[in-house]
């Protein structure tokens, strides 16, 4: 019963504000930042301790992998254009992915982080089912990552248009792979608000970075981290 009641909560908070979002276009009204907040104010106002929530919830949680999995029809559609600017890709989203992960690593070096934190935070800039696939292969802690992964990609979501504007990008080549490297799914959807094809380059950067960020997590993570220690 609690599972139907929490999945339905959680469901109905999220297209609330989703429509709350959509109607009024403010940044801290995003789904993703709000539904949260309330799903917290429900639960401390019912006083409903937050792992009965978590587990009864949990159906939601399974449904990140065939999410996952998905990812593979937009690379099938779009495969004309990966093969075209491959390379460009390459490049862009590889650099993306070590300056995330070393500004990161430099960022809790100098706020003094616990070093659990500091593993959970390296692999904020990707989406969250793979973050979270990381989080534990490098030893974090996956439910911080997925803060974390959040926090990333509302806050790109909301500097991404203004820098994009301010650095006069007009390629959607470029608009696309840096709203995709930079906040993932939050940026797909701000970039389907520039066109098409700025989305379909959000995508693609979204899940390349999180493939070359999986290899990250054997090799560049734990060389970041032995350097600690």
């Known amino acids: 019963m609690n599972i139907l009641l929490f999945t339905a909560l959680t469901y109905l908070l999220y297209r609330l504000t989703k429509w709350s979002y959509k109607k009024w276009k403010n940044p801290l009204l ?3 930042l709000l539904a949260p907040l309330m799903l917290i104010l429900v639960i401390s106002c019912l006083h409903i301790p937050a792992g ?18 998905a990812f593979a029809v937009p690379i099938y559609k779009h495969k004309h254009l990966l093969k075209k600017y491959f390379g460009v890709m390459l490049i862009s989203v590889t650099t993306g992915t070590v300056v995330a992960i070393v500004s990161s690593y430099f960022f809790s070096m100098f706020i ?5 934190f500091m593993i959970s935070i390296l692999p904020r800039s990707i989406t969250t089912p793979i973050a979270i696939e990381v989080s534990q292969e490098i030893g974090g802690l996956p439910p911080l990552t997925t803060v974390f992964v959040i926090l990333t990609g509302i806050i790109g979501g909301i500097i991404g248009p203004y820098a994009i504007k301010f650095l006069s990008l007009k390629s959607p080549i470029a608009r696309g792979l840096a709203l995709g490297m930079g906040a993932h799914g ?3 959807t701000k970039a389907m608000e520039f066109g ?13 970075a999180a493939w070359i960020t999986v290899i990250w997590g054997s090799s560049l993570i734990p060389l970041l981290m032995n350097i600690t220690s």
């Open 112 to 116: 003094h982080l616990r070093p659990d």
């Open 196 to 208: 098409e094809q700025e989305a379909t380059f959000s995508t693609l950067a979204m899940i390349l």
């Open 30 to 32: 995003h789904p993703l």
């Open 52 to 69: 009965n929530y978590t587990d009864a919830s949990r159906f939601l949680t399974h449904l990140l992998g065939p999410a996952t999995i």
């Open 186 to 188: 939050v940026g797909t």
